[in-house]
């Protein structure tokens, strides 16, 4: 009965406030564990050479990357894929992309990608992070 009046008195103290900040606190800590957009476009920065997204994204040596997450390899209009990535119909998720950027030919053997140098794991994150805010028309996914 005493644990109960306890309690009892630490929620009318206030005690739920702290409770309530822990979860404030996990839930965000939770989302940014996905990674940070505004980094992962410091991150794109060693890719422009080769890809780009946006609205008025186009074809470069690489594909555009607009919608990248949940589109199949080998799929944009107009570039030439290597049969590495058009017969592997790999479907982009975060672990796929991860595996790809740390190491395309190790994921995709042919892929005519290079390697984009070592990434920390937080990079990888904050780079996917940043390619999911891109919806297929290179406008703001949803």
């Given at each position: 009965m005493t644990n109960e009046r306890n309690s009892a008195r630490w929620l009318q103290r206030g005690g739920w406030r702290g409770v309530a900040c822990?979860?404030?606190?996990?839930?965000?800590?939770?989302?940014?564990?996905?990674?940070?957009?505004?980094?992962?476009?410091?991150?794109?920065?060693?890719?422009?050479?080769?890809?780009?997204?946006?609205?008025?994204?186009?074809?470069?040596?690489g594909p555009e990357l607009n919608g990248l997450i949940g589109r199949t390899s080998g799929t944009v209009a107009g570039y030439a894929y290597s049969p590495a990535l058009t017969d592997a119909g790999i479907v982009w998720d975060r672990d796929a992309i991860a595996a790809f950027v740390k190491n395309p030919q190790g994921f995709a053997k042919g892929t005519r990608m290079a390697s984009p140098g070592p990434l920390k794991p937080a990079d990888v994150d904050n780079l996917i992070a940043y390619l999911a805010t891109f919806a297929a028309d290179g406008g703001a996914a949803q």
């Amino acid at each position: 009965m005493t644990n109960e009046r306890n309690s009892a008195r630490w929620l009318q103290r206030g005690g739920w406030r702290g409770v309530a900040c822990l979860a404030v606190l996990l839930v965000a800590g939770a989302a940014q564990a996905d990674g940070d957009p505004a980094a992962g476009k410091r991150v794109f920065a060693r890719c422009q050479s080769c890809h780009q997204v946006g609205p008025s994204a186009r074809n470069l040596v690489g594909p555009e990357l607009n919608g990248l997450i949940g589109r199949t390899s080998g799929t944009v209009a107009g570039y030439a894929y290597s049969p590495a990535l058009t017969d592997a119909g790999i479907v982009w998720d975060r672990d796929a992309i991860a595996a790809f950027v740390k190491n395309p030919q190790g994921f995709a053997k042919g892929t005519r990608m290079a390697s984009p140098g070592p990434l920390k794991p937080a990079d990888v994150d904050n780079l996917i992070a940043y390619l999911a805010t891109f919806a297929a028309d290179g406008g703001a996914a949803q």
